[in-house]
């Protein structure tokens, strides 16, 4: 079964990479699928988001996991690639109740595409893009939050954005 994983990965984090490396167990491909969306402004490039998620996937040692670049309609985008569900990741109750939207809304679209949802591990279950950005930028130490292998990189844009 192939399944692709849409979000904003901006950047990614290791939870965002824990929900990967569970999904690539269990299924046969995935692709994770960066979505447009002109409504975020993103710190990362869509370009930087693809090579970091792919250093991460190469350092992993993930084979049946490659990145997308998507827009429009993440149903419409999940059918067009051949997958037959999406994964998403739930942290707490709050997630929930946005995804459950969110999922009954694809329903109504696209009868056969699945949402299936990994809850999060407890260790990265406070985890987001936009809380390591805030310790990132204040000073904090991120290196528990990030894939290794993009630290460095995270770092000197937040960095940059500060000067
Ligand atoms: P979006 O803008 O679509 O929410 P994100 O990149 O923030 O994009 O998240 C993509 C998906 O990953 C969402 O389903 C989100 O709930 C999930 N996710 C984000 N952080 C974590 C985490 N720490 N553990 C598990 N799932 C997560």
Redesign the pocket.
């Known amino acids: 079964m192939k399944v692709c994983?849409?979000?904003?990965?901006?950047p990614?984090?290791?939870?965002?990479l824990?929900?990967i490396e569970r999904a690539s167990k269990a299924f046969d491909q995935v692709v994770v699928l960066i979505?447009r969306?002109p409504r975020?402004r993103c710190l990362f490039s869509e370009e930087e988001r693809v090579r970091q998620i792919e250093k991460c996937l190469q350092s992993a040692g993930l084979k049946n996991v490659e990145v997308k670049v998507g827009e429009g309609l993440t149903v419409q985008y999940a059918r067009k690639i051949g997958a037959n569900a999406m994964?998403?990741?739930?942290?707490a109750v709050s997630?929930y109740e946005?995804?459950l939207q969110i999922a009954t809304a694809n329903m109504e679209l696209d009868e056969e595409i699945e949402t299936i949802?990994?809850?999060?591990?407890p260790a990265?279950?406070?985890?987001?893009?936009?809380v390591v950005k805030e310790i990132g930028e204040n000073g904090g130490e991120i290196n528990d939050f990030m894939p290794e292998i993009i630290v460095d990189e995270v770092l000197e844009k937040l960095r940059k954005k500060e000067g």
């Open positions: 994983y849409p979000g904003t990965f901006d990614i984090t290791k939870g965002h824990d929900i979505m969306n975020k994964i998403r990741g739930i942290r997630d946005y995804e949802f990994l809850i999060a591990r990265y279950s406070f985890l987001s893009s936009s």
